[in-house]
């Protein structure tokens, strides 16, 4: 090791990406996590994009298994985890394998060297040796023997730090995240901190985290492999106190607040399933808010109980993904049919059938729009960044309730996942949903005063919600078809062709009383406008903060209300020459804009389980713009 | 909520946390205005006015009873009982109630379903409820036939069956009901007959008594379909040879002169033996261990000459909902009433200025 003192370069960048990748028992998504974590104290903005198998251990060492953690951080406001990497962290030639091929020429590559072995390569698929045979060329290198450093650095703890070789090998993934934190003058207490107590109860394992960490550090002051290292100073951001989130417990919160706001209880029935267990494991957390979370024995019955809880008056939630959905369509009919609130959370995933479990897509918009027998319309609202979902799962709420209906509140893997900086609401700034129940019979009949389940409130087309336990109220529901007003079954096909549109209408409705599509023009004059739906919203804008950048005028427009669309969205569409939709399904936003206002909007459409790039974006939307 | 105890001797601990009602309840009170559909002649006739004539001795009130059915003739149910009511779908009546009676434990949730709602469609959900032992009181209606649909052979139909889709014969081996119960943890399992009116009411407030799941099998003719499938145990002249009543800790004895007995055989299964030979079991409802109502519940007609009717099984363990909403409350308790503002304020938090 060198004594000499030497003068290291230390430059300015405003934006950066990184990322790490390892197999996946390497603990990449907790470095990646405590890496955002520095980052976000540290105040730049952010934005991340874990990356992992489906499988909890796919076959160690191979490409199959590699899991990565990409995050973006920058001086300025930022919208996506970042096209390319600028730093890559390779734990095993697997990682490099797989990853590669998304790292630009002079980029800078972190290898483990030590993983670099006979077998290791093979697993990989590596006929020769790429740190030798010169596909490393293109690529600023560093070789760094990240398993032994850590070995070496826990064992010369005290007693060997009271650990054996394999545990002491397994804080080699915080041997990388010390070195990033040197590279990126990251604040490290906070890691420091994160591991005491994450391993409190094993104080050796702790110590042997704790040095490693440092070790990386350390390594970074002293090794003559980076000649620079990099600032990104903080951001400037609106005022005001933030906490970093991801969409599913930005999502989970909102359900939280969403109670609290209407004044109802809680209550979950689910069904585990990738992505979307997080929020039952969240939700199952704050028993004290009166949230009730039933883990039930499939779908169905997740949507069941929900559905049942709705009916004795809780705030009735089922989370899942696309192939939950499906199971739970009849009874999501039930809903429309009963006409109480529901909410149905789609964590949506790479399909059709199992798909891509931890991959992420949007193409379940049609399924939530049309996977029922019958007329039976659903609204559906989708938040377009991991902090929306706070606010998107109170909207969800907000027409549930007051409209007495089941909706679809559309996420995806990308949001879910996904973490940002989140400026934290005050309370006066959240909405006030209180709901009243009725308590008085709302009809004169021939015997007197009398109860009509159907009878409707005029404005909002709404059912009156009359709970068990209120006296003299007592009524049936049920999926039959039931008489306008009185609520009997009716099979008088005058009354059905009623009901049917008396359903359709009331959803309807809701279109005024959502706010009005904003379109986003600098230029005032642009003539092509991009209209997208969900997660797609980071990528779209920054793609269109490029093509502006250019000269070229373009309008952004971004739907959070599926069904219905705001009021005002065919008059925006048609004041355009060009419409283009980027969805990450086949086309499904776009089927039902031109079906429904007859504007031949054009599609750019992806599948590939991962979130658009801004700079593939701003090339088609030049295209567009250039036609 | 008001919590008063109840003006009938019936209760339990979840019954008590139920409203009791305002004065005495007449049948006509839980009699709704809608004309009940069934086919002149069902079984459910007999079964409705049972369950209409035993509710008002629950003393709750009427408003905080809900009546929860799946699809089927018998799940149209609930539109004859002025209480609150959801006729839902196919198999998925156990799920709904569980979400009902889980967040509102002052209700009494019943649940009315058939052998294809229960045991086909809602297998699933009716393994599970019982498992979780929900304070539901589960009635299936078992007429060994589809109904609705109009005749097709269904999970409890016999082997060989000729029905129409199966005009060859039905080919599946039938579940037993009980036998099923009692497999999936069931802690309260419970057998009448819709005829038996003195029976089925006897079964219906020892349902009501017990905290937890209740299913009771009731024995129902279809006359349109399956006439008769339940002749021999509504037969004067046969029913008390057939049929054995259990009464917890008394002797299991049947037969019209009380001279058959149940004991033992070697095998470790039951048989029928004379009464007065020695080994004749005492019945024990309440055993902690089910193996004695198991072996009880593969007596019937066609291997044993005999079908018993009554309380197999009655043990008194935790609720689901009464361990949930336990949580809840130490939760609140422990950490007091949720600050929203706090929770969401969690974790590292930085200002910008």
């Known amino acids: ?627 | 909520m008001t919590v008063t105890t109840n003006h009938s001797g019936i209760g339990n601990r979840l019954l008590d946390l139920v409203p009791a009602a305002p004065g005495p309840q007449s049948r006509k009170d839980f009699t709704s205005d809608q004309e009940v559909r069934w086919c002149p002649g069902c079984g459910d006739y007999a079964i409705l006015a049972t369950v209409q004539g035993f509710l008002p001795e629950l003393g709750i009130a009427r408003e905080n009873v809900v009546f929860i059915s799946g699809i089927g003739c018998s799940s149209r149910f609930p539109y004859y009982l002025q209480t609150y009511g959801m006729h839902s779908i196919h198999g998925r009546a156990p799920a709904i109630a569980t979400g009902l009676a889980t967040s509102r434990p002052d209700l009494s949730v019943w649940v009315v379903t058939g052998d294809g709602d229960a045991l086909s469609i809602g297998g699933n959900h009716l393994l599970h409820a019982l498992r979780r032992n929900v304070n539901l009181k589960i009635l299936m209606f078992n007429n060994r036939i589809y109904g609705l649909t109009k005749g097709q052979y269904s999970p409890t139909s016999e082997v060989g069956k000729i029905t129409k889709s199966t005009p060859y014969g039905s080919l599946d081996r039938p579940y037993n009901p009980v036998s099923l119960a009692l497999g999936a943890e069931a802690t309260f399992v419970a057998r009448s007959v819709d005829s038996d009116r003195a029976h089925l009411t006897s079964v219906l407030r020892a349902a009501a008594e017990h905290p937890g799941t209740a299913f009771v099998e009731i024995f129902q003719n279809c006359n349109i379909f399956n006439d008769g499938a339940f002749d021999t145990l509504k037969d004067r002249s046969t029913r008390d040879d057939v049929t054995l009543r259990l009464v917890h800790g008394e002797p299991l004895v049947f037969g019209a002169e009380g001279d058959k007995g149940i004991r033992r055989a070697d095998d470790g299964s039951l048989e029928v033996v004379s009464a007065d030979a020695p080994g004749v079991l005492v019945h024990n409802a309440s055993a902690a261990e089910p193996s004695q109502s198991f072996a009880l519940s593969r007596l019937t007609g066609d291997t044993h000459g005999v079908t018993p009717i009554g309380v197999f099984r009655n043990v008194d363990v935790p609720t689901y909902d009464e361990a949930l909403n336990k949580q809840v409350a130490d939760a609140k308790a422990k950490q007091g009433e949720g600050d929203l503002m706090a929770m969401i304020s969690g974790g590292e938090t930085w200002t910008i200025d």
Not at chain 1, 10 to 17: E, G, K, Q
Not at chain 1, 106 to 133: E, H, M, Q, W
Not at chain 1, 253 to 281: K, R
Not at chain 1, 354 to 381: H, S, W, Y
């Open chain 1, 1 to 627: 090791m060198s004594e000499q003192v030497r003068e290291r370069e230390t430059r300015r960048l405003d934006r950066v990406v990184v990322r790490f990748a390892g197999d996946s028992g390497d603990g990449m998504q907790l470095t990646g996590e405590q890496f955002t974590s520095e980052t976000a104290t540290f105040g730049n903005d952010l934005s991340t994009l874990p990356d992992f198998p489906a499988e909890i251990r796919a076959p160690a060492g191979t490409p199959a298994g590699v899991s990565g953690f990409q995050l973006h951080f920058s001086d300025h406001d930022i919208l996506t985890p970042g096209d390319a990497p600028d730093v890559l962290v390779a734990m095993n030639p697997a990682a490099l394998k797989a990853n590669l091929k998304d790292l630009p020429h002079g980029a800078n590559l972190i290898v483990n060297t030590d993983s670099f072995t006979g077998g290791n390569l093979k697993k990989a698929g590596y006929a020769t040796d790429p740190l030798t045979d010169g596909t490393l060329d293109p690529y600023v290198v560093h070789r760094v023997p990240l398993t032994s450093m850590t070995i070496n650095a826990v064992h010369a703890l005290e007693g060997g730090g009271g650990v054996n070789k394999k545990e002491a090998e397994r804080a080699k993934n915080m041997f990388a995240l010390g070195l990033m934190s040197w590279l990126y003058h990251r604040p490290t207490g906070g890691t420091e901190a994160f591991l005491t107590k994450k391993f409190a109860k094993r104080p050796e394992i702790a110590a042997a985290n704790i040095a490693a960490f440092r070790a990386g550090f350390n390594y970074g002051e002293t090794t003559e492999s980076f000649t620079v290292t990099y600032e990104v100073a903080p951001a400037r951001m609106k005022t005001g106190t933030y906490r970093r989130i991801s969409g599913n417990l930005a999502l989970s919160y909102g359900l939280v607040a969403a109670g609290e706001l209407t004044g109802l209880s809680v209550f979950l029935g689910t069904y585990p399933i990738t992505p979307a267990s997080d929020i039952l494991h969240e939700l199952s957390k704050h028993k004290r808010f009166g949230v009730r979370t039933f883990q039930a024995e499939d779908e169905i019955a997740g949507v069941g109980a929900a559905l049942g809880a709705s009916f004795g008056g809780s705030l009735g939630v089922t989370t899942t993904s696309g192939p939950g959905v499906a199971l739970k369509s009849e009874t999501i009919g039930l809903a429309v049919s009963l006409e109480l609130p529901l909410v149905i959370v789609d964590i949506q995933r790479g399909g059709p059938s199992t798909g891509l479990p931890t991959k992420t897509e949007q193409a379940d918009l049609l399924q939530a729009m049309f996977g029922r027998n019958g007329e039976a319309p659903v609204p559906i609202v989708a938040p377009r960044s991991p902090g929306d979902c706070f606010d998107a799962a109170i909207e969800a709420a907000r027409i549930a309730t007051k409209y007495r209906t089941p909706v679809f509140l559309l996420s995806d893997g990308y949001l879910a996942n996904g973490s940002e900086p989140w400026l934290l609401p005050t309370r006066e700034e959240l909405p006030d949903l209180s709901v009243t129940f009725t308590t008085e019979p709302n009809h004169t009949g021939d015997k007197g005063p009398e109860f009509w389940p159907y009878l409707r409130d005029p404005e909002t087309l709404a059912r009156p919600w009359a709970i068990p336990g209120t006296p003299g109220l007592e009524h049936r529901i049920g999926g039959i078809e039931k008489s306008d007003g009185p609520g009997n079954i009716s099979y008088d096909p005058a009354n059905h062709d009623r009901m049917v549109r008396l359903r359709a209408a009331k959803v309807a409705g809701i279109a005024n009383d959502v706010p009005p599509l904003e379109v986003e023009d600098p230029s005032g004059a642009a003539r092509v406008l991009v209209l997208g739906w969900g997660s797609t919203y980071g990528p779209i804008a920054a793609g269109c903060r490029r093509v502006r950048a250019k000269g070229l005028k373009v309008a952004q427009a971004h739907l959070r209300h599926l069904n219905p669309f705001p009021a005002n969205t065919g008059e925006i569409l048609r004041s355009y020459d060009k419409v283009i939709i980027p969805e990450m399904n086949l086309g499904q936003l776009r089927m039902l804009i031109r079906a429904e206002y007859l504007v031949d909007a054009i599609g750019y459409n992806q599948v590939r389980g991962l979130p658009f790039k801004a700079a593939e974006l701003a090339g088609v939307l030049e295209d567009v713009i250039n036609q």
